[in-house]
């Protein structure tokens, strides 16, 4: 009995010092701070980000292993903000033929983007396609150059249409070491997957990229972590070339304020049409008598419509009017086909053949 009392004692003792040691260590939890309204009008959950000295480091990895990783929040938050301006332009022949798809981004509202020369090079239709299913026809080129591989188009977009543009950057081009992100079109499958890159070399129109893209990145955006257009992708492959933002800003400025979209083949159809030559025929066989109708008096008379092409063949016969004799019709018909006209645009003859036999 006396030595459970003092026992009993400390037992209690270490019961009430635990109890103090815990209230003491309670942390403090601070309250969230609302989110914050991006600049395409999206909600995003404000987190305290430490900002390091290069805040998107570089990577090396082959493009496979980049479509394969996760990307980080930052990533991930700045590819959702950029990726609804950037865009997949399909350009078409002047027979409706399929000639490239390459990527672009729109730079204002009224639906203007930015692509490469050489991806219009040859087209006189296109058509701007976004990641959210949006379909645009393309009016025209407003301007192009072929040295600096970079050229602005104008899209068609309906009135009171939301449409995600970007922002081109106007500062001095990003120094060496600073990590940039490229962008591609989400039409494009994971060669389009952001992929986070460094300005390798720069100079006052091009920046060198480290890091190897697709060819379907040519045409996309470089862009900094808030989102500003710092170059277009020119070349792409195991070296990264960009044209930088200041050369595209002077491309741009050299847009004429009343300039109207067009297509070259457009420009060509509505120019005053030179004179062309008079349609004339350069070969016209007569009909030979046929065997099976070769009684003597046997005559007919019959009136055939000819169809020539541009290349002066004869492309359809049409009786106008019979000679009566089946056997006439097929010989006039079968010779018919045979003549040929002058190069034209096209063009049609009425020719009457008479059979006869004396």
């Keep these: 009995m006396t030595l459970r009392l003092p026992l009993l004692r400390c037992t209690w003792l270490a019961f009430f010092l635990a109890l103090a040691c815990e209230k ?10 609302p989110g914050r309204l991006s600049r395409g009008g999206a909600t995003t959950p404000a987190t305290t980000v430490r900002q390091s000295s290069n805040p998107l480091p570089s990577t090396n990895a082959s493009p496979g292993a980049e479509a394969g990783r996760t990307p980080s929040s930052d990533l991930a938050n700045l ?3 950029v990726r609804p301006a950037v865009i997949w332009v399909t350009v078409f022949d002047s027979k409706g033929n399929l000639l490239r798809t390459a990527s672009g981004f729109f730079i204002s509202a009224d639906g203007r983007f930015v692509t490469t020369a050489h991806a219009i090079e040859g087209g006189v239709n296109a058509v701007a396609k976004t990641a959210d299913g949006g379909i645009f026809d393309v009016s025209g080129i407003l301007r192009a150059s072929k040295e600096l591989d970079l050229a602005v188009l104008q899209a068609e977009v309906k009135p009171r249409r939301l449409l995600r543009f970007l922002d081109l950057n106007k500062n001095d081009n990003p120094p060496v070491g600073v990590g940039v992100v490229v962008i591609g079109s989400a039409l494009a499958g994971n060669e389009g997957n952001a992929r986070q890159m460094t300005i390798a070399a720069q100079a006052s129109n091009r920046l060198e990229i480290t890091g190897a893209t697709p060819g379907s990145s040519v045409g996309s955006p470089v862009v900094t972590e808030n989102g500003e257009v710092v170059g277009v992708v020119t070349a792409a492959g ?10 595209l800003e002077s491309f741009l400025s050299r847009v004429p304020t009343d300039v109207r979209p067009r297509w070259p083949a457009t ?8 004179s062309t030559p008079k349609p004339r025929i350069v070969y016209a066989p007569a009909p030979a008598f046929p065997p099976g109708a070769s009684l003597p008096g046997a005559t007919g008379t019959g009136r055939y419509r000819l169809t020539f092409d541009p290349n002066g063949n004869v492309t359809n016969v049409q009786v106008v009017k019979s000679t009566g004799n089946p056997y006439f019709d097929q010989a006039a018909i ?8 002058a190069p034209s645009h096209g ?3 009425t020719v009457p053949v008479t059979f006869q036999r004396r």
Excluded at 238 to 247: C, D, G, L, P, W
Excluded at 267 to 274: I, K, Q
């Design 24 to 33: 003491r260590s309670t942390a403090q939890t601070a309250p969230e701070s």
């Design 79 to 81: 590819e959702s903000r």
């Design 238 to 247: 195991e070296k990264t070339t960009a044209h930088s933002a200041a050369a």
């Design 267 to 274: 420009a060509e159809a509505t120019a005053t049409p030179a």
């Design 334 to 341: 079968k010779t018919l086909r045979t003549w040929k006209s």
């Design 347 to 349: 063009w049609e003859a």
